[in-house]
């Protein structure tokens, strides 16, 4: 796979997601539709130097988040066969196999598209597509087959009968493997669909079969994985199948989450084991936490987040480019942001951080062993010594650090001494 070639459609309008938001762009669990799909592609090993993005329909906005990938302009969105021709140059002097992908079937496993590369090279094949078997298949190409089993064609929805879209259940997923040279001199042939004004990629198949080329195919094990986005609902059913999916993994790590609905944790994200996840928690990316620890419910920790072992952090509390040392406890509608939190320390209810002054983002040093009172607000800049302990209600104010072992109390925060 090092050397193989691949080329992703993405210039088509995405007319069905009703947005202004480029297709390959939307959000799907953690990461964009394409840069999931690229990802898989890079895992099953194929580098991005060797990937081709076909543009066309919010080039500029994509081109902006994939700077360093190679593009092909489609100006017209001429259907996937056009797009595919649009690719041809930046394939220059190269005679291997070409992977073809759509950039809205973000599902596909690394496994997968391995095994379809394996079986066309195993089979010496010129052309190997992916299907699957689908209860619903509406809206999907549908794989046509003759007496012997052999794929025929593959005929669109639109233009199916409807004997084919009651019978026929294995579609086209939309990965294909082609020598590139056979890719070429039959795209040529590809005639322009009258009903849609398009040349379709899926046409060149019954050109092969007419041609006595034998097309391969594999059948995806899971039929999740064909799922193909075009519509804002399909978006948040692959959301949740990848969602599943990665909480699954963190699961298998040791990790403990109570309900996996209401849990988001991303990609990028460190648990240790037994650490347990209480509901509607949300753990972005860039996030570290130890073992043992009690996260939520409604505990959201955003990026730059490391947590030490043997903490809580309970219920409201936000987190952001914050560290928390070991058995530390914040466990009620608190905010820290910037901050460095020693170790045994205890974050009253209500705790926070004003760590911007409306011009930077300024810290607060927490030492060890120190007691923090409910409602208190540490206006940052601020350091709080170890061992030092902050009155309910306290107001300290920046710069104002209290020393190892002083109490403060009040508004503004003074040193309290016993009588
Ligand atoms: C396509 C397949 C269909 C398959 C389904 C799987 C064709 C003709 N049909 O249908 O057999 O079952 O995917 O999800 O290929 N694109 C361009 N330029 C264009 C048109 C499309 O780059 O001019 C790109 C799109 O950005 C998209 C891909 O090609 O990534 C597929 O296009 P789309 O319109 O989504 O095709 P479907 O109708 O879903
Ligand atoms: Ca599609």
């Known amino acids: 796979m090092k050397n193989m070639k691949c080329i992703i459609l993405a210039a088509g309008k995405g007319v069905r997601m009703k947005s202004e938001v480029p297709k390959p762009l939307h959000p799907i669990h953690s990461r964009s539709m394409l840069a999931h799909l690229i990802h898989t592609v890079n895992k099953a090993g194929i580098k991005v130097s060797n990937i081709v993005l076909v543009l066309g329909h919010g080039a500029d906005k994509i081109k902006k988040v994939f700077e360093n990938f190679n593009f092909a302009y489609q100006a017209k969105q001429l259907g996937s ?3 595919v021709q649009c690719a041809r140059k930046y394939l220059k002097g190269y005679n291997g196999d070409v992977l073809i992908l759509y950039s809205d079937t973000p599902l596909l496993k690394k496994d997968t598209l391995i095994k379809l590369v394996k079986t066309h090279k195993k089979t010496k094949s010129r052309c190997t597509i992916l299907t699957a078997e689908i209860d619903k298949p509406d809206g999907y ?4 087959r003759n007496d012997k089993k052999e794929i025929e064609k593959i005929v669109e929805e639109k ?12 579609i086209n997923v939309g990965a294909y493997v082609f020598k590139k040279e056979t890719l070429f001199s039959y795209l040529k042939k590809v005639k322009l669909n009258l009903r849609k004004k398009e040349y379709y990629l899926t046409d060149i198949i019954n050109i092969l079969q007419k041609s006595k080329i034998p097309i391969e195919s594999v059948l995806t094990e899971d039929q999740t994985e064909a799922l193909g986005i075009n519509s804002k609902a399909e978006l948040e059913k692959a959301s949740c199948i990848l969602k599943e999916g990665n909480l699954e993994t963190f699961m298998e790590k040791g990790v403990s ?3 996996s609905g209401t849990t988001h944790i991303d990609y990028e994200a460190i648990i240790g084991k037994d650490t347990f996840i209480y509901p509607h928690t949300v753990i972005e990316e860039d996030v570290e936490i130890g073992k043992n620890c009690k996260i939520g419910p409604f505990a959201h920790l955003r990026p730059g987040t490391r947590i030490g072992s043997n903490v809580e952090i309970g219920n409201f509390v936000e987190l952001v480019r914050t560290e928390v040392g070991n058995n530390c406890k914040i466990k009620h509608l608190t905010y820290l942001g910037d901050a460095r939190v020693g170790r045994n320390v205890n974050v009253g209810a209500g705790v926070i951080t004003a760590n911007y002054d409306g011009k930077k983002k300024n810290k607060t040093i927490i030492g060890d062993n120190v007691f923090i009172g409910v409602g208190a607000i540490l206006i940052a800049p601020v350091k709080i010594g170890k061992g030092a302990l902050v009155g309910a209600g306290s107001v300290v104010t920046k710069g104002k650090n209290v020393p190892p072992r002083g109490t403060v109390i009040g508004v503004p925060a003074r040193p309290f001494h016993k009588k």
């Open 141 to 144: 190409g549908r794989v046509i």
């Open 257 to 259: 989450i109570a309900d």
């Open 159 to 170: 233009d199916a009968s409807s004997k084919q879209k009651k019978d026929m259940h294995e």
């Open 81 to 83: 066969g056009n797009a």
